[in-house]
């Protein structure tokens, strides 16, 4: 803190300026950004994980047939239908005709 820098408008020294304090704005700012950001990826590293454990939770528990009958074609090669034949399935069971 500098008492002798206090208000200053945006200069090559400060670009920002400085506060009442006379603390620099962009090193404030550098600091909130580094903090948040720090909290924001601590947040998506936390429910990514959980969603990856409920997610292999429900796999690990089902029969293998249901696991192979959910993915697509290019995962599951052994499955008795292509997937494009699956999803086709799918969309006319979903869609309702306009005139029957």
């Known amino acids: ?5 206090r208000l200053l408008a945006p200069s090559a020294a400060h670009p920002l300026g400085t506060d ?7 090193a404030r700012l550098g600091h909130g950004a580094l903090r948040t950001t720090g909290v ?4 998506t590293v936390v429910c990514t994980l959980n969603g ?6 429900a796999r690990f ?8 009958s959910t993915m697509p074609r290019s ?10 034949l699956r999803s086709e399935g799918v969309r006319r069971r979903v869609t309702v005709p306009a005139f029957s």
């Open 1 to 5: 803190m500098d008492s002798a820098a």
């Open 20 to 26: 009442a304090l006379g603390r620099d704005l962009l």
């Open 40 to 43: 924001a990826l601590a947040g």
């Open 52 to 57: 990856l454990l409920l997610g292999m939770a």
């Open 61 to 68: 528990g089902a029969g293998l047939t249901e696991v192979a």
């Open 75 to 84: 995962c599951s090669p052994f499955s008795p239908y292509p997937y494009c």
